[in-house]
């Protein structure tokens, strides 16, 4: 059974942080859904690079994914104020299922309450509100959920999202393929 990856996507998106993983993801033939958290379903970055995602986040059915993909940049400022949008991230949460962010996403996760007890890590910018960062560590995961530092890391999170649904032999493959 092919593993399902839902990636939401908000203007202000940090594009490395979305793009690596879902790349990586594609190439070990993991079925990864961009989904438009905008009223439109083409979705601007943070340095102006446009993607069409593969739907609107409205439309998305939850059940059908393995794995949540929160991408960090200037966007998770406006996406913790949307009620929807974090009632997506409980959801699956209350799924018992995984949810990986990136830069400042976690905060989206903090709000929740899902990291009490959680060793994470995160963009160093978010420290304030996340005082026990361990920024030392690129790609962090405790339970269910998996956290990396930022751009910078958006190799070693897509390698480790491989991992998780397919195994350490295919994160290898494709570690690999690409010389990391």
């Avoid at 190799?155 to 290898?172: H, P, R, T, V, Y």
């Amino acid at each position: 059974m092919i593993s399902q990856v839902l990636v939401p996507l908000a203007h202000g998106f940090e594009e490395i942080e979305a793009t690596c993983p879902i790349d990586l993801l594609r190439r070990a033939e993991v079925e990864v859904v961009t989904a438009s958290c905008e009223s439109e379903i083409e979705v601007c970055g943070r340095s102006g690079i446009v993607i069409r995602a593969d739907q609107f986040f409205r439309d998305s059915d939850l059940i059908q994914f393995d794995l949540l993909v929160l991408p960090g940049g200037p966007a998770i400022f406006e996406l913790r104020k949307n009620e929807s949008f974090l009632q997506l991230i409980k959801d699956f949460s209350d799924m018992h299922r995984p949810i990986a962010a990136i830069c400042a996403a976690p905060l989206l996760l903090q709000d929740l309450g899902l990291l009490t007890g959680k060793r994470i890590t995160g963009h160093e910018s978010i420290r304030n509100e996340l005082p026990g960062l361990d920024t030392d560590q690129a790609v962090i995961k405790d339970g269910k959920i998996i956290t990396s530092r930022g751009a910078g890391t958006a190799i070693e999170f897509g390698l480790s999202l491989i991992e998780l649904l397919c195994g350490s032999a295919k994160a290898e493959e494709i570690r690999a393929s690409i010389h990391a």
